[in-house]
């Protein structure tokens, strides 16, 4: 039972007066212009370089990202991403004392699609963010969400194929070649739209986006030879993600979520520098260097706080922020303690956010309590149906439904993935609203672990070889 000791308060911290004769705690000299935590007041010189030291020690300490490397910078116009790119900027110019030595290359996500009545909005936001990536001088690129869905398809031809063609039959072949990438992109559309339609919570379409996001961030570094991916997530966004993530069953996996290296991929790393970073020294990082940023609408954009856990977290963790200011600190200190187990295997990472299964328990779990629930809540007179296994069935689940099997049923795709993934499945109406292209991937890891088990017996024993 605890006790409060005398002298302790239950409140918040106590700050200092602020007072404009305040000195810097670092040069002890200049007048400071702000305070990054509780005490700590600095001046504009002082803060640049704290600010910069940081996000290159970051780095160094890491020592990942090596010298010659190709990094793709996830650029989304908002704060942290900025402050992001500057640092990146400044590393590279000339005038830096010790100047980084990776490759970098930009890439906007336009995530207009699945927000719906807003896809007209924005048109002269995503021109503004085509500028500024512009203007650093690396190559930029903006890809659309849907091409997660049909990225393998809508690819163009390599530049050495083109290159033995004529004039006319290489405008031909280029003219043809995106005819039928925009057909591809226009079909991703209207299935991307059903998919998130089919969703009924705003919690499962953010996670969802989430995934989506992700995933098409990994394709794209991988077709264009990018080995590490770098991501603008602040610590206060972490904070809120570990909190939000463990709220939806993903306890298993935050340590890759908020870790500065995610490794869940084979052949690329997504990295995260500024996750040292509070949003407070973002916004005033970004205020003293006149770093410009551009606002687009999201999921929960004129949402009340409650919408999605996300959002609710969200709004929990910044307003504990503001009366103890050491709340992000201590979640991300916590987090970093955290570790998730790696896997081998094709069949032992989840086929949509490709993190390690947490879903291989005993009997006496908490998840196989669930799913005996689940199938209980499912049957009918002591009898338990099959309605409802099937992708494409009517839903009413008391035997009378008399529609055709096909495709992977719903307990194969929950099979295949994390717990965290399930809750987002199963919030969907209907799981065949899936992208054909996940359903396919689905279906060939099924079929091997089918084809495994049915000839374990022929099989040698590695260890025993």
Do not use: W
């Amino acid at each position: 039972m605890c006790s409060v000791q005398d002298g302790d308060t239950g409140g918040p911290l106590q700050k200092e007066k602020i007072s404009p004769g305040r000195k810097c705690m670092k040069c002890r000299t200049e007048n400071a212009i702000l305070i990054t935590r509780v005490n700590d007041a600095f001046c504009k010189a002082c803060f640049m370089v704290y600010v910069t030291h940081k996000f290159r020690a970051t780095i160094g300490k890491s020592k990942l990202v090596r010298d010659g490397e190709k990094v793709l910078v996830a650029y989304s116009g908002g704060p942290s991403s900025s402050c992001l790119l500057h640092l990146i900027t400044e590393g590279l110019s000339q005038r830096a004392h010790k100047k980084l030595r990776f490759i970098p290359g930009i890439v906007f996500i336009d995530e207009t699609a699945v927000l719906v009545n807003l896809e007209e909005d924005g048109v002269a936001e995503k021109d503004r963010i085509s500028e500024l990536m512009a203007s650093t001088g690396y190559p930029y690129q903006t890809r659309r969400l849907e091409e997660a869905i049909c990225l393998d398809q809508g690819q163009h031809l390599p530049e050495a194929d083109l290159s033995s063609l004529a004039e006319s039959d290489q405008a031909s072949v280029q003219s043809t070649d995106l005819a039928k990438q925009n057909d591809n992109l226009d079909r991703a559309r209207i299935e991307i739209k059903s998919l998130f339609s089919s969703i009924k919570s705003l919690t499962a379409r953010e996670d969802m986006l989430n995934r989506l996001r992700q995933r098409l961030l990994m394709e794209v570094a991988q077709v264009q030879g990018y080995s590490k991916v770098m991501t603008g997530h602040c610590g206060t966004r972490l904070a809120v993600n570990l909190l939000s993530d463990i709220s939806q069953g993903r306890g298993a996996h935050v340590a890759m979520d908020t870790a500065f290296s995610d490794t869940r991929y084979p052949n690329i790393m997504l990295v995260r520098p500024i996750r040292d970073f509070s949003s407070k020294e973002v916004a005033m990082y970004n205020s003293l260097h006149g770093v410009e940023s551009v606002f687009l609408p999201t999921l929960t954009t004129k949402t009340h706080e409650g919408s999605s856990i996300e959002h609710l977290t969200e709004a929990f963790v910044t307003g504990l922020q503001t009366d103890y200011p050491s709340t992000v600190s201590n979640i991300m200190r916590t987090g970093e303690k955290l570790s998730t187990e790696k896997r081998d295997g094709e069949n032992s990472h989840c086929a949509l956010c490709e993190a390690p299964l947490d879903t291989d328990v005993g009997a006496c779990s908490a998840l196989s309590a669930v799913e005996f629930s689940s199938l209980i809540s499912r049957t009918r007179k002591g009898k338990v149906t099959t309605c409802g296994d099937s992708t494409t069935c009517c839903g009413e689940g008391d035997g009378s439904c008399h529609t055709k099997s096909e495709g992977v049923k719903k307990e194969e795709v929950l099979s295949v993935l994390c717990y965290g993934c399930r809750m987002t499945v199963k919030d969907m109406v209907e799981p065949a609203a899936l992208p054909d292209k996940l359903l396919t991937q689905i279906s060939y890891r099924l079929r091997r672990s089918k084809m495994k088990n049915d000839i374990q017996d022929f099989l040698l024993d590695p260890e025993n070889s």
